[in-house]
């Protein structure tokens, strides 16, 4: 729950909302992983004014805790009287609440409350100052402190770097308010530079956002990734990174590579850009949304309805292989972002083997190991040339990884997509005709494992659709893209391949 | 672009929670709170059981605002209907769904559970059964009232019993109704003795998973030295992990068999000598995936106005199997299940309508699998 209050002529109205589990009402929150809390407490303020749009200041609990509106209404009696605008503390200087004055949102400053750090009073009070041009006191409330925070909260958000991360873009914001008249002209930054499938999704999210919602003007994206962001026809000008992309290991976090970062962009960008820190703040697996629908969110876009969600979108592009449909030709991409991702080896050899015994032509990514089977291995690298490889297959198969978002979101090409160990929600694309989900069977994913199963403690998912579901996919899929005539003909009589020497190895 | 959605979520209820009116009488008085809850653990295994928590309390269902109170809680959860025993009195039928009825509507209906049981004549008790039931507010599967068969392996004739339920239920102007039994796959003849769907068996009566506590030697020298607990061998203990994967593992292939999501189950209290079935290291997280995986499964596979999943239980507090608020819990678990109906849904949603692999008329599902078959035969040979 998160609180918000309206406050009109002295009396006040508390609500609550709730970070959505899957409905979308006026008082769900879509639960954006990529939205930071400043995001949060900016929709809950509009949401607030818009059940009571003759109030004079609304009042935000801060995501972080997530006070619900009728506590936030009792902290606030129990003090002395109520200055607007003000932060609220606990007994120490973590921020409770926000007051905010009405004309911050009448003035179209609401997407500044994205660069609140959510942690620090001081600075978020200082932000609130050189907003409104007013003192902003912070104000104790009889709340004990929340003091030593937990490395994640009741609600999700991931803490420990972050926060520094939070802190120093509203620290940031504050210099660049004092150095600029112009600042509420300057444009708004979204950091978040990697990796292949997440830009992709940042991409998208920016066609998608309608262009009075859209907050943000640029995103900040590592040199490796920039083919993506111009092939995705993302929105955003971009703010290039030349460093490494962060590491998926975990060694350093994204708050950390956040602030490391900033060093690598040029003074005079970060000079006239208010950057705000957009990689993960929950884990996006929580939500059940799509992580397009979640970048939405934090660019602005409420999507306050279920109609507005990406899977009741019409699909926009539509590709098909030119070639003739005999032999069918399948493009694989088998193993993903991190181990557990990837298709089970033991699988992957029967499933290579099975659609050439039935007279299909394999290409595998990134899998050299499968040429023992029949397969021919190709490289994707640019996304240029990726996109050929793509268009010169007739299906494409893949797991939770770049190709499949970008064969099926952003050509449009037949493709069956692969999901283990992840959840297929926060990244699958809208039903259309030449897509197929082979629903995993198990209820354990997401299970958050990276190198070994949290059940068994194997090296694999055993979630991953069987080789017979795959095949049955890919021809039910050629046949319906295709036509008929796609389908292999030797379905009745299979010629299976002879081992090759070494394959007992 | 997604179609709406039709997908309803029930619950198994236990109505005997009244202190007064038919079904009170018929059990013969007393407190069934101190029934139901009156049990102590004997064994180091048993896990106690909760105690009804403040939001609802020891709730009297005859007092038409305590089972609207109820039903409210049940509704804000996003439970669909109630599926209520039919207890033989007699010679008839009660199922204290009077106490309930005035609280439902077309979002929120009942359901009614029958457990077949040695009678003289069968077509009278499927009469009284009939009569029981109709004139409640109904869940509807496929347009027609919802009757469950309990236990449908005690029928000694299962075809006969479906056309006597079907002939009692049109004479009792219920219509056709639809029937579904409780079984694991669609083999072994009870859709074609006329039975419309099955049903996930409870966890007691079916125990496809490997105990979690293996039993060896050493356990048994052990219990026989007084060092471990004998009622180990008698129960059967199964993880709640492996329990859940159990249920979903391979779905599609059972046939059209509704989910049974259950949170715990623990019916020590009825096995007090050994032969209970307990799970281990239950999670509220877990459930609600299993919660949300099984509405999944049911949008994906089922037809349009046979979407249901059903939760065992709302209020079965003996057999610690209840979702209501707990003194121990608060409202933990109620609000996983909200979370998991709302999660569950929009997940469907986002899902329905998806062609399922295998089901194609242009692709030979069998002879596909035989070939996969073959082929990890030929490769673990050469392995």
Redesign the interface.
Known sequence: MLGGIAITGGRMAAYDFRF????LTPFDLLDSATAPPGRMVWEVARRVLALAPDADAVVVSNPLLAVKGKRLAALLRDGEALRCPAVLTDAETFPVAYVLPRALFDEGLGRFLCLLSANRAATDAQLLSQLTGRIVPRRRTPLKSVAPLPRITAQGYILGDNLAAWQAQCADAIRLIRARADWRRLPFAAHHPCHAGDVLFFSLASRLVPPWRLAFDAQVVCRDYLDIFRDCGNRLAPIVLDIPPVSRTGETSDGRYFLDSLAHIDAETRGRTFMVYCRFSKSYTRS???LIDQARFALGDPVAT?AD?L??Q?PRVHSRCPRPVRPLRVLMQLSGGWPLKTYPA?DA??LV??LI??GARVTVLDAPELAADGATPATGGSTERLAALIRDHHVVVSVDSFPLHFASQILGHPTVAIFGSTF??NSDA??RAGY????P????GPCGGYKACP?DGGPECRNH?????????I??LA??AYG?TA?PTN??S?V?AP?AEG??A | ??PPLTLRVLAFFDARFQLSGPLWQALGGGDPWQSALAAYPARRHHSPLLQPGKALGRYDLADAASAGRVVAVARAAGIGGFVLDCHRHEGRYLTGADCLDPWCDTDFGLAFRWTPAPVEDAAVDAVALMEAIAGYSPVMADGRPLLLVNEPYKLPDPAGTVALLRQAAADADLGPIYLVATAAEARGGLLDAGFDALLDPSPAQWRSCKPAELLNGYTFLQAEAGQADAGMFDDTIMSY??F??SR?????TRGKVFPRVVLDYADWPDHPQGGATLLASTSSV?YR??L???M??VA?HFPEGERLVFIDSWNHWRQRSQIEPTTQFGATVLDETA?G???????A???V??????Q?P????G???A??R???D??SA??
């Open positions: 959505s589990l899957g409905a059940p949304f799509n279920l969600t899977y009741h019409a033991g050899r029967v083997r099975a015994c039935l297929p929600g809208p039903r197929r989900l082979p629903p069977a198990l209820p354990c059940l659709p069987p080789p017979t579901t795959l095949v049955a996919a021809l039910d046949a319906e008929p389908a379905l009745a299979p299976l081992l394959d007992a | 672009m997604t992990a492996q859940v994967n979903m593992v391979d779905r599609p877990l995936r299993f949300a995986g099984a999944v499964h994906h979370n109906i709302r999660q569950g849904g929009y997940v949603l986002t899902r309508g998806e062609p399922a692999p295998g194609s242009a692709v030979d599902y002879i596909i699998a070939l996969c073959q082929i990890e030929e490769l050469s392995a």
